[in-house]
């Protein structure tokens, strides 16, 4: 887990994201996210290589209000275009989908985090993704397909 204090500012790629300012920047500009897409990128930031699954995402990003799965995607798209993650022939570079079960970061690690770290018990369950390697899953006709991390 990426421990975030207000001083902290995390650094992937050529981005830089104030958690507690609610901003995200790109070479010193301002990239334009709405408030949920920041809370989503501040929630898989936090932990990287895990996969945050889409209930946790609806309970902490919209804690107190009944919406469906088509809002995480609605506001996973507008994030993925903000960061230029594009699915093509290498593979996201910033947030993978798991299909099933929730998405994950895998952009540059924070300085300073310890992707084995335990992640706080609250958060419910969670999978680590391989730092490193292949990660398998499936293609929409049952064949395997493969990402391999940038």
Not at 24 to 36: F, T
Not at 56 to 69: I, K, M, N, S, Y
Not at 88 to 103: E, H
């Amino acid at each position: 887990m990426t421990v975030l204090t207000i001083s902290n500012s995390v650094r992937f790629l050529d981005f830089e994201f104030f958690p507690y300012q609610r901003r995200l920047e790109r070479g010193g500009a301002g990239v334009h996210l709405s408030s949920r897409g920041l809370d989503i990128l501040r929630i898989l930031i936090s932990r990287p290589g895990e996969v945050v699954g889409k209930q946790e995402l609806l309970d902490r990003v919209w804690p107190h209000a009944v919406v469906e799965e088509n809002s995480i995607r609605f506001h996973m798209v507008a994030l993925r275009r903000a960061l230029g993650d594009r699915v093509g022939d290498s593979g996201p570079r910033v947030i993978v989908t798991v299909p099933g079960r929730g998405y994950c970061f895998v952009g540059a690690a924070p300085e300073g985090a310890d992707p084995n770290r335990a992640a706080p018990q609250d958060s419910g369950p969670r999978t680590r993704l391989a730092a490193s390697g292949w990660i398998v899953g499936r293609n929409g006709d049952g064949g395997r397909r493969h990402l391999r991390r940038p």
